[in-house]
């Protein structure tokens, strides 16, 4: 069915910006749809299955998304193929570990033959991510599906705070604002953007501002920017500047010290969401906060024994996405579950992630902390192999590229307007091509080193 977010999505840019008001007064039941609100509805009863009522639908689910696989998907068609494997040998989660694990590199290998057949290149979406790796990752999505496939939970878990669908937040995150701007209202979202990148303790009022001009109740953001906020607004002497009802941290590791400073100055509880852009894995935390909850009805997870580090693999298969279909796919995350249950009683079991969602900040020329891991780079060019940015001192930063034969002199100069954009003239960036990028002693690559001494004066860890 198309909906009227179809036909707002058809709209010119520019024109798009003078109808956002007009718009954002159209109900959301019109705006969404009624498949939007059929699936939030699923959800709000699928939480409080049993463990067995879950396992029955992952394996229901996992038997279609098998199926499905075999027919369309060429990769997965001849995985079975040459491992004897047909359809009806998945029945349940638990024949799950029959098919061979798949990790990035054989996606990056084999990324056309994963895509579906019968989903034509005006059915998808092309999304570009590098996770904390720096190593680009391409992904297909499933385009008419997409917004079903995501928002709803996120909206569940929203409401598990409180929050009511279409309700009002402030989002602390890598936007591109106009120059000069540390703000912005999207009527459409009913969301307050606010800049991470230019966040400092000078123009931390202009933050205050925004928050309290749009009557904010909810934050979401990662977890270093939020307690950067904390600390700049400590060091100005203000106090809690609106009344905020629950804070959202996502796409980092959010520390017990973190957690204890942002509640104890904005006086409400905060809300652990881990997720990946691969959309395999879904954990998110409760008004119980005893941990992750893993959304059984997202996805399937094992948490597999890697004989190496003695530590437990993420290995998640994707219930949703038809355009690539992601089965047992190795997330490079470690963790476990947890024997407790919540006193929630939802049915969705309790895991803890081992590290891995480390990021940090680069230190910008007038003494800003810019979270680098979020510079999406994949999303300019898909000529390169991999990325690092390396900081050599205050405002100064190394990019390292190892690229593919495809680069060009457009792909610099693309990722040079995208780098002026981000850091405008906070930062002086040093673009080298290399055949080497930096790893950690277990072989790791990240997205960001630190060449300098820490000038930290805010005790942020980075
Ligand atoms: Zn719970």
Not at 222 to 227: V, W
């Given at each position: 069915?198309?909906?009227a977010f179809?036909?707002y999505?058809?709209i010119?840019?520019?024109v798009?910006?003078t ?5 954002s007064?159209?109900p959301?039941?019109l705006r969404?749809?009624?498949?939007f609100f059929?699936q939030?509805?699923f959800?709000?009863?699928?939480q409080?299955?049993s463990?067995?009522?879950l396992?029955n639908y ?5 038997r279609l998304l098998?199926?499905h696989a075999?027919?369309?998907?060429p ?5 079975f193929?040459?491992?004897?494997l047909?359809?009806?040998d998945i029945?349940?989660v638990?024949?799950l570990?029959?098919i ?9 290998n ?8 019968n989903f034509r ?6 999304l570009?991510t ?5 190593k680009?990752?391409t992904?297909?999505y499933?385009?008419?599906r997409?917004y ?17 669908l279409?309700g009002r937040?402030a989002?602390l995150?890598?936007?591109t604002?106009?120059p000069?701007?540390?703000y ?11 800049s991470?990148?230019?966040l400092?303790?000078s123009?931390?009022k202009?933050y ?6 749009y009557s904010v109740?909810?934050l979401?953001?990662?977890p ?5 906020m904390v600390?700049?607004l400590?060091a100005?002497g203000?106090?809690?500047p609106v ?14 010290w973190q957690?204890a400073?942002?509640e104890?100055?904005w ?8 997720g990946?852009?691969e959309?395999v894995?879904?954990?998110v ?6 941990g ?8 399937i997870?094992e948490?597999e024994?890697d004989?190496k580090?003695g530590?437990?693999?993420i290995?998640?298969t994707?219930?949703t996405n038809?355009?690539?279909p992601l089965?047992?796919?190795?997330t490079?995350?470690?963790?476990y579950?947890?024997?407790e249950?919540?006193?929630c009683k939802?049915g ?5 992630l081992?590290g891995g969602?480390e990021k940090?900040?680069?230190?910008g020329?007038?003494?800003a902390?810019i979270p680098?891991?979020n510079?999406d780079i994949?999303?300019?060019t898909n000529?390169i192999?991999?990325?690092q940015f390396a ?6 930063m190394?990019?390292r590229?190892?690229?593919k034969s495809?680069f ?9 307007k ?7 003239g906070?930062m ?6 290399t055949?080497h990028i ?5 072989g790791?690559t990240s997205?960001y080193?630190q060449e300098?001494k820490?000038?930290n ?6």
């Amino acid at each position: 069915m198309l909906t009227a977010f179809d036909a707002y999505k058809k709209i010119p840019g520019g024109v798009k910006d003078t109808l956002k008001w007009v718009y954002s007064r159209v109900p959301l039941r019109l705006r969404l749809g009624e498949e939007f609100f059929r699936q939030c509805r699923f959800l709000e009863e699928s939480q409080w299955w049993s463990a067995q009522e879950l396992e029955n639908y992952q394996s229901e689910q996992l038997r279609l998304l098998v199926r499905h696989a075999y027919d369309h998907v060429p990769y997965y068609h001849d995985l079975f193929k040459s491992a004897n494997l047909l359809p009806d040998d998945i029945g349940s989660v638990k024949d799950l570990v029959k098919i061979p694990v798949l990790t990035k590199d054989m996606i990056r290998n084999n990324l056309e033959r994963l895509r579906a057949r019968n989903f034509r290149d005006n059915e998808v979406v092309k999304l570009y991510t590098s996770g904390t790796t720096g190593k680009p990752l391409t992904l297909y999505y499933n385009k008419e599906r997409d917004y079903l496939n995501f928002d709803p939970y996120i909206w569940r878990y929203f409401g598990w705070a409180g929050q009511k669908l279409g309700g009002r937040a402030a989002k602390l995150s890598a936007w591109t604002l106009p120059p000069g701007k540390v703000y912005s209202y999207n009527p459409v979202r009913n969301l307050l953007l606010l800049s991470a990148y230019a966040l400092s303790e000078s123009n931390v009022k202009e933050y205050v501002e925004g928050l309290k001009r749009y009557s904010v109740n909810y934050l979401v953001g990662y977890p270093s920017s939020i307690e950067l906020m904390v600390k700049f607004l400590k060091a100005k002497g203000i106090s809690r500047p609106v009344n905020l009802k629950g804070v959202f941290c996502h796409s980092e590791c959010l520390h017990d010290w973190q957690r204890a400073g942002i509640e104890e100055f904005w006086g409400c509880k905060c809300f652990d969401w881990y997720g990946l852009e691969e959309r395999v894995i879904l954990g998110v935390e409760c008004e119980q906060h005893k941990g992750l909850h893993l959304c059984s009805d997202y996805g399937i997870t094992e948490f597999e024994d890697d004989q190496k580090s003695g530590f437990k693999r993420i290995i998640a298969t994707s219930l949703t996405n038809y355009a690539m279909p992601l089965i047992r796919y190795d997330t490079g995350d470690v963790g476990y579950l947890l024997n407790e249950r919540c006193s929630c009683k939802r049915g969705f079991p309790l895991f803890c992630l081992q590290g891995g969602r480390e990021k940090s900040f680069a230190i910008g020329k007038d003494g800003a902390h810019i979270p680098v891991a979020n510079i999406d780079i994949p999303n300019v060019t898909n000529h390169i192999v991999q990325f690092q940015f390396a900081q050599k001192k205050r405002g100064v930063m190394e990019l390292r590229i190892i690229k593919k034969s495809e680069f060009q002199e457009t792909d610099l100069e693309k990722i040079q307007k995208k780098l002026e954009e981000k850091f405008g003239g906070n930062m002086d960036i040093e673009i080298i091509f290399t055949e080497h990028i930096h790893q950690t002693k277990n072989g790791k690559t990240s997205i960001y080193i630190q060449e300098i001494k820490k000038e930290n004066s805010y005790g942020i860890r980075n």
